[in-house]
């Protein structure tokens, strides 16, 4: 059973212009928010999509207009603010997209806006600029002595509410542990094993562990490195890696962005250039690499060598399997699994890579879901926007339950903060078993039988 949204053509999308004067003109902003705003309101196609939509067409149908021109400027940043730049209407949905002459690239202008506010300073800087430094807090909260205090409070009802009012994450969103074993630390030296380059995957790999797996999950990356290692592909970690840059971005903090940027890229285009495949097993910082910095810096050429070496996971283990260079000695079988494709992989165009993976396995059936969850990176977490994100993942919530074979064993999402989202979610629901959640890059580890 597939639960999909919108259609599967790849838009062209022109590069960011934020180096520009005019991009961070508030006026000129204003105008083109008024432009695409005005396409918006008289197509609607979008309404289901997110909160930024309804939110958009409630302040023209409550306008004294009831047009765009009847919505007052200042009222366009509750519609900003609404959107956490999944990309879906633009790379699904929208058929006004370029090379359409109307030119509408609504996640981009909502970047453009965020970045002008962000400059302009916001009421909640302090908490945005503190939930993105993902790299600082992990250094910060997996030092041994810390890390069981930081773990402990973030499950206290009493620091919870503290945290609400101080910080204004929300005292029911569910925060990650941090495990002071980083994956990059323990991670197992990769065996000495020959490259064996195939027509569409390059033989050895450079894993990039991103932020989330190296400090909160390090146990994805080391399954991510037993499935290699089992399919005697050799690895390396990238050295002195630092945060992608996404959660910059989604607060229109481009100079962060590009600070990020000059921190990985050299590393990382050395890598490509010694034909290494580079996985990032969290989606947002694949496409990171894949999308958003290209567009940002389209005359970089390190940046677009980066761009062509990055995987998907799944999307490279397909292609070896392409290259009849995928071991497919499942041991174990896996029953019911529901699986979610979070928005930041189906925007990379590469097709259902995990779904068709996980499908090899034997005793297996899956129901999968594609539609946002509504977490969005921190945006879910937020106190503001916590029950937003829960009212806009209930449709994924009751179809993760609603296997067609019967209650699932196992809930997945290539998002890890996704799945976490939908697990939290499905306790709302009739189903007190409850599947047991895992990263589908797990679920490949323990159908493989690897400890
Ligand atoms: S990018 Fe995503 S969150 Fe933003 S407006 Fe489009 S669909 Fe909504
Ligand atoms: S983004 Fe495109 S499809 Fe969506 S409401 Fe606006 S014009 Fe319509």
Redesign the pocket.
């Known amino acids: 059973m597939n639960n999909r949204e919108g259609s599967l053509e790849a838009p062209t999308r022109h590069p960011l212009d934020w180096k520009s004067p005019s991009f961070h003109d508030r006026e000129d902003c204003f105008a083109e928010l008024e432009r695409?705003f005005d396409?918006?309101?008289?197509?609607?196609?979008?309404?289901s999509?997110c909160n930024a939509?309804p939110t958009l067409f409630d302040l023209v149908d409550e306008s004294a207009t009831m047009e765009v021109d009847g919505v007052a400027k200042d009222d366009y940043g509750r519609v900003v603010d609404q959107c956490y730049l999944c990309d879906v209407?633009?790379m699904t949905?929208?058929?006004?997209?370029p090379p359409h002459e109307?030119n509408?690239d609504?996640p981009h202008l909502m970047l453009r806006a965020k970045a002008i506010q962000f400059k302009a300073g916001t009421p909640t800087k302090f908490r945005d600029k503190t939930l993105s430094a993902t790299d600082r807090n992990g250094k910060l909260a997996s030092i041994p002595i810390v890390v069981h205090a930081v773990n402990k409070m973030n499950r206290m009802p009493a620091a919870r509410a503290l945290m609400e009012r101080g910080l204004g994450v929300h005292k029911s969103a569910w925060l990650p542990d941090f495990d002071s074993k980083t994956f990059r630390r323990t991670a197992r030296k990769s065996a000495d094993v020959p490259v064996r380059d195939g027509e569409r995957s390059p033989g050895k790999v450079a894993i990039f562990s991103t932020c989330f797996v190296n400090y909160n999950e390090p146990g994805i990356g080391h399954d991510l490195a037993s499935i290699l290692a089992h399919n005697a592909i050799p690895y390396v970690l990238v050295a002195g890696e630092a945060c992608c840059g996404m959660p910059k971005l989604e607060l229109g903090d481009l100079d962060s962005v590009e600070k990020l940027k000059d921190k990985n890229i050299p590393t990382l285009a050395a890598l490509a250039r010694e034909g290494y495949a580079i996985l990032a097993p969290i989606p947002s910082c694949a496409l990171m690499f894949k999308q958003e910095l290209p567009g940002m810096f389209p005359d970089d050429p390190e940046v677009q060598a980066v761009r062509d070496a990055m995987f998907d996971p799944f999307e490279y283990l397909l292609a070896r399997r392409r290259d009849g260079l995928l071991r497919e000695d499942f041991k174990v079988e896996l029953g019911r699994v529901s699986y979610h494709v979070s928005c930041h992989l189906r925007v990379q165009n590469v097709g259902q890579k995990t779904r068709e993976a996980l499908a090899l396995i034997p005793g297996t059936s899956i129901n999968t879901v594609e539609r946002c969850s509504g977490h969005a990176g921190t945006w879910g977490v937020k106190k503001e926007f916590h029950e937003t994100a829960l009212k806009i993942g209930r449709p994924v919530f009751r179809q993760m339950a609603e296997h067609p074979d019967g209650a699932p064993a196992w809930i997945a999402s290539d998002c890890a903060l996704a799945g976490h989202h939908i697990e939290q979610g499905m306790e709302s629901l009739d189903n007190p078993a409850g599947p047991r959640l895992a990263h589908p890059i797990t679920l490949l580890r323990i159908a493989y039988g690897l400890d």
Do not use: A, G
């Open positions: 695409v396409i918006c309101h008289t197509c609607r196609r979008c309404v999509l939509f209407c633009f949905k929208c058929p006004y997209v109307w509408v609504f």
